[in-house]
């Protein structure tokens, strides 16, 4: 069986609502402002949870945007269509039960993972951060994938990686013959989004390998190996181990820049857990 195999026999339950992939198209295809907030109309619960996301604490504009067309105007269109993008993954599959998965703690994480991704952007002053947030958000959605696929293997590689302190997707190379990265990817090449997103996601378990966007597979590693204590509620920044401290040089980060980012990532876990109403199947 290959990513691409997991991804075809799973998108009944792995597919995005049409509205979403209809935005999606139309920004890629640098439709109109009102193109799109046309689009966005015809779901107003959609457009209720895009609204909270833009004013909140994250995107620092509390109060300002009132309406799609006043987002799009503050954020563009790509910044409206990832935080559609993010509203939309939660919604859609926080309610899943998968054997295996404590659902609670995977969206704290998946959530701590994409702030602690949006900030570390900030941080290096890059232009693209709102995809940073949904690569984050994403970056394991593949294990998702997986464990409805294949239940009882899923548990027992998830329960081997707990038993030998291992890395889940180096069990799941060995065993499977790909991870649960490599799964990310195809289900975001089956939705048709930019290559940005598929190609950190496919490489943040090994930024090196990463052809075209170096930085941003850097970037969301770090965020990866940090996710787990912001999610876990720890107020304090982990220790720089040295596998986080190799991939901060290659980044180009600082232990400040990682410390700012990290406060602001837990200050804003719980208001993004309610934003987007994250239903935390067990």
């Known amino acids: 069986m290959t990513p691409q195999d997991m991804v075809r026999g799973a998108r009944g339950s792995f597919s995005l609502p049409e509205n979403v992939l209809q935005i999606n198209e139309l920004v890629e295809r640098t439709a109109s402002a009102k193109q799109i907030a046309d ?37 563009g269109t790509k910044g ?73 293997i899923s548990a027992e590689l998830r329960q081997r990686a707990d038993n030998m302190k291992t890395p889940l997707h180096d069990i799941e190379t060995r065993e499977l013959g790909f991870s649960h990265a490599d799964v990310g990817r195809e289900l975001m090449l089956s939705w048709r ?12 378990h090994q930024p090196a390998a990463a052809v075209n966007f170096p930085l941003g597979a850097a970037l969301l590693n770090i965020a990866d190996l940090v996710a787990d204590p912001i999610g876990g509620g720890e107020v304090d920044p982990p220790a720089v181990t040295a596998q986080l401290e190799a991939v901060m040089l290659v980044a180009g980060l600082s232990e400040q820049q990682l410390h700012n980012a990290y406060y602001k990532s837990c200050l804003y876990l719980d208001q993004m857990l309610d934003i987007l109403q994250v239903q935390q199947a067990a």
């Open 39 to 75: 689009a966005m109309a015809l779901d107003l619960e959609l457009s209720a949870k895009v609204l909270k996301l833009a004013n909140s604490p994250l995107y620092g504009m509390s109060g300002r945007i009132d309406s799609i067309s006043r987002a799009v105007t503050l954020v």
């Open 80 to 152: 409206l269509r990832d935080m559609v993008l993010s509203a939309a993954i939660v919604s859609k599959f926080s309610t899943l039960k998968l054997a295996g998965i404590d659902g609670r703690a995977f969206w704290r994480r998946s959530l701590a993972c994409a702030a602690m991704n949006r900030e570390l952007a900030v941080e290096c002053n890059l232009l693209y951060t709102e995809p940073m947030f949904v690569a984050g958000l994403m970056s394991h959605l593949g294990e998702l994938v997986i464990a409805e696929k294949l239940p009882e």
């Open 193 to 204: 989004l930019p290559p940005f997103l598929q190609e950190i996601v496919s490489c943040h």
